[in-house]
């Protein structure tokens, strides 16, 4: 691909994680591409169909984040490594949320973000793994329960969101209770 086409992709899918985390279904293809400075033509090349957009956006979602687990996961500090994953997977996650409902509306997740969701998985694994070798996290905990409570954050502060403080709090308590009482 060339240089400028791949750029032109990255940019088309930036855009369209803004706008569909922003707008919901109602985010358009046009707005994608205003935001991405391309035409309209420039994003339906790339991408023929809104559903195809959406779904190489929560790709590109899931590959990045992979991406950042598995720097964390080669980190000199696995605790601080765990902390930075849980907080960006929370503060990230009703971007990935959103996305995530507007490609699964019929129940069925495409396969290639389901691929790329267990890659995350588990890469996010090998840091909760590392983090409780080094006696970071309680034994016990999976990951899993990891991705639970990620989860039920990220849903909540897509529901409503709260203020940045309040959010911080909450993600202190959560990475709290996984150090628990050793």
Same mark, same amino acid.
């Given at each position: 691909?060339?240089?400028? =086409?791949?750029?032109?992709?990255?940019? %088309?899918?930036?855009?369209?994680?803004?706008?569909?985390?922003?707008?919901?279904?109602?985010?358009?293809?046009?707005?994608?591409?205003?935001?991405?400075?391309?035409? @309209? =033509?420039?994003?339906?090349?790339?991408? *023929? #169909?809104?559903?195809?957009?959406?779904?190489?956006?929560?790709?590109?979602?899931?590959?990045?984040? #992979?991406?950042?687990?598995?720097?964390?996961?080669?980190? /000199?500090? *696995?605790?601080?490594?765990?902390?930075?994953?849980?907080?960006?997977? %929370?503060? /990230?996650?009703?971007?990935?949320?959103?996305?995530?409902?507007? %490609? #699964?509306?019929?129940?069925?997740? *495409?396969?290639?973000?389901?691929?790329?969701?267990?890659?995350?998985?588990?890469?996010?694994?090998?840091?909760?793994?590392?983090?409780?070798?080094?006696?970071? @996290?309680?034994?016990?905990?999976?990951?899993?329960?990891?991705?639970?409570?990620?989860?039920?954050?990220?849903?909540?502060?897509?529901?409503?969101?709260? *203020?940045?403080? #309040?959010?911080?709090?909450? @993600?202190?308590?959560?990475?709290?209770?996984? =150090?628990?009482?050793?």
């Amino acid at each position: 691909m060339r240089t400028d =086409a791949r750029l032109n992709r990255e940019r %088309i899918l930036a855009a369209a994680e803004d706008v569909f985390s922003e707008q919901g279904s109602t985010g358009s293809t046009e707005e994608v591409a205003r935001r991405a400075g391309v035409g @309209i =033509a420039t994003v339906f090349r790339n991408f *023929p #169909t809104k559903d195809q957009l959406i779904e190489a956006t929560l790709v590109r979602t899931f590959e990045r984040r #992979t991406e950042l687990a598995l720097r964390l996961a080669a980190s /000199d500090d *696995p605790a601080e490594a765990l902390r930075t994953l849980v907080r960006t997977m %929370i503060e /990230d996650g009703p971007t990935k949320i959103a996305l995530a409902t507007l %490609i #699964t509306a019929d129940g069925r997740i *495409p396969a290639d973000a389901e691929q790329a969701s267990d890659r995350l998985k588990e890469a996010v694994g090998a840091v909760v793994q590392r983090a409780q070798d080094a006696n970071a @996290i309680r034994p016990g905990v999976t990951v899993d329960e990891v991705y639970f409570l990620v989860r039920g954050l990220a849903q909540a502060a897509a529901a409503s969101p709260v *203020p940045a403080a #309040t959010m911080c709090g909450a @993600i202190d308590v959560v990475l709290t209770g996984l =150090a628990g009482s050793g």
